[in-house]
């Protein structure tokens, strides 16, 4: 068997294109109550972010993205891959009310990513063969438009996309089962000089391998390296890229653009997901960007690299595991997590004119007993519909606080996402509602207060994506072999959620 790669992404910095300035990140706004979209952008331009992609059309981002100077790329999810094919109009209809439409409106639109990790194993071939005719369509319907030469087509795809004979980059080739298939749509984007938009993920190489070694995963390692002729690989980031690029070079694609679509560090969740090694590996990557450096095959072509992400996402799926919600470099609120230098004696500044709910929270009611039997229950409850509950586990920010501490964190996350809605503080008369802040003194475990938003639904010009099939990064199948030239990949989505209900009854 091959080695697998990693998979999957949103940070700043800049790309794999020669000459570019400034950082990119993805823009996930997954959260129940999402940073409004000026806010957001603000935040971006404020710490140097000239770049941004965008999972789907989302029409608060898109607008206030309108004349900002950001340069976006907006992605086509996989559940719209069978309409681009099958219907001859779709295709038109969808360049014209999310990308002409906005164009229009000046939104700097560059990239349309047509599909998202479609290629992914627990697909099962899915969607393989709707790539490229859901890719010729759009890229038609972008030229019949008139926005050919201004917005290009790419593909996102995963690191599981590519293996390796040898374990070295220099081995490096497309998994056997997808090898004509892609082949055939890197050919289309090379023929249309679009690039192709790989995710790399140093952090779940490590997460899921417990023989992976750390000090690799970083890009100012001290141990570890790697050596492959007369290269030798110091971090995963090189050895990833690298061996994508071998795998270009051995079906004559050696000249195809590359762009970093994804590649970060979560701060909370999980042992490793933590804010210290988040700023180490994010100061690595800035510096890197500034340096102006490609990797080892590709040295004076310095890629896009879009960082992920630029908030946290307190309503994303923890199937990928407890960390999932805690990728942003900023919290959910734009504040931050931890300072980063970014060159010419800037900081990372945190988001300004942030409005939040009321200064009250929900707790555990010191008359309740911790060893009711309703609590497991309610505990699930509120575990169920909030992420909040990410943050208590083993390696995670919130670990060290006794039983009843973490049944309030979780009862607050929950109140909190229901816009502090009196009946979200419940729990079968095991909680209450306090004024008092009840975040524990030691600082690094706080009890958060929902953002003040307009409640208004606002609804995408294309049909709303069904949840059964719609695409979510980072679910994978472990590969057999380990090599630290690759990354690899996640548990199948059985397993994790076994992972998942364990941590669940694991306090109680």
């Not at 000026?38 to 992609?53: H, P, Q, R, S, T």
């Not at 570890?224 to 079906?251: P, R």
């Not at 109140?415 to 209450?432: H, S």
Request: hydrophobic share 40%; net charge negative.
């Amino acid at each position: 068997m091959s080695i697998l790669l990693v998979l999957a992404f949103c940070l700043l910095w800049p790309g794999l294109t020669k000459n570019v300035a400034g950082f990119a990140c993805n823009w996930g706004r997954v959260s129940s109550q999402p940073l409004p979209g000026d806010i957001a952008v603000k935040l971006m331009k404020d710490n140097g972010f000239d770049k941004v992609k965008l999972f789907d059309p989302d029409p608060e981002a898109l607008k206030a993205l309108a004349n900002s100077g950001i340069k976006v790329m907006v992605g086509i999810p996989n559940v719209y891959l069978e309409e681009l094919v099958e219907n001859n109009n779709f295709a038109d209809d969808w360049v014209a009310q999310n990308v002409t439409a906005y164009v229009e409106d000046g939104v700097d639109i560059r990239y349309v990513a047509v599909s998202n990790e479609a290629f992914l194993m627990d697909f099962k071939d899915r969607f393989i063969h709707k790539v490229l005719p859901a890719l010729k369509a759009v890229k038609a319907s972008l030229d019949k438009a008139g926005l050919g030469k201004k917005v290009q087509v790419t593909i996102p795809i995963n690191a599981d996309i590519y293996e390796t004979s040898n374990g070295l980059p220099s081995g490096g080739d497309f998994r056997a089962n997808v090898t004509d298939e892609v082949v055939e749509i890197l050919k289309f984007l090379n023929d249309n000089n679009a690039p192709l938009a790989i995710n790399i993920y140093p952090y779940l190489s490590l997460y899921y391998d417990s023989h992976f070694p750390k000090e690799y995963a970083f890009f100012n390692a001290t141990a570890d390296s790697l050596v492959d002729g007369n290269i030798t690989y110091t971090n995963a980031f090189d050895g990833n890229l690298d061996t994508l690029i071998s795998a270009l070079e051995k079906h004559d694609l050696g000249s195809l653009s590359i762009i970093v679509g994804e590649v970060g560090w979560p701060t909370n969740g999980a042992v490793d997901a933590n804010i210290a090694n988040a700023q180490r590996f994010y100061q690595g990557l800035v510096d890197r960007i500034n340096s102006k450096k490609g990797p080892p095959k590709r040295p004076n072509e310095i890629p896009d690299v879009y960082m992920f992400g630029l908030l946290d996402e307190n309503s994303k799926s923890v199937l990928p595991g407890n960390f999932e919600p805690h990728w942003g470099i900023f919290n959910y609120d734009g504040s931050i997590k931890y300072q980063l230098d970014l060159g010419q004696g800037k900081k990372l500044v945190p988001a300004e004119d942030v409005k939040y709910m009321k200064k009250q929270w929900c707790v555990l009611d010191p008359e309740a007993n911790i060893d009711d039997p309703k609590m497991k229950e309610n505990w699930k409850i509120a575990c169920g519909a909030s992420t909040g509950c990410t943050s208590v586990g083993n390696g995670s920010i919130c670990e060290g606080l006794d039983n009843r501490t973490k049944a309030s964190y979780a009862f607050n996350s929950f109140y909190q996402v229901t816009n502090q809605n009196k009946d979200g503080c419940v729990f079968n008369g095991l909680a209450i509602i306090t004024d008092k802040d009840p975040s524990p003194s030691n600082g690094t475990c706080k009890f958060d207060i929902a953002l003040d938003v307009e409640k208004v639904v606002i609804t995408s010009p294309a049909p709303a994506p069904s949840p059964s099939i719609t695409a979510t990064s980072r679910v994978l199948e472990p590969g057999s072999k380990k090599s630290l030239a690759m990354a690899t990949n996640k548990p199948s989505s059985i397993v994790t959620m076994a992972m998942v209900l364990g941590f669940i009854f694991i306090i109680f």
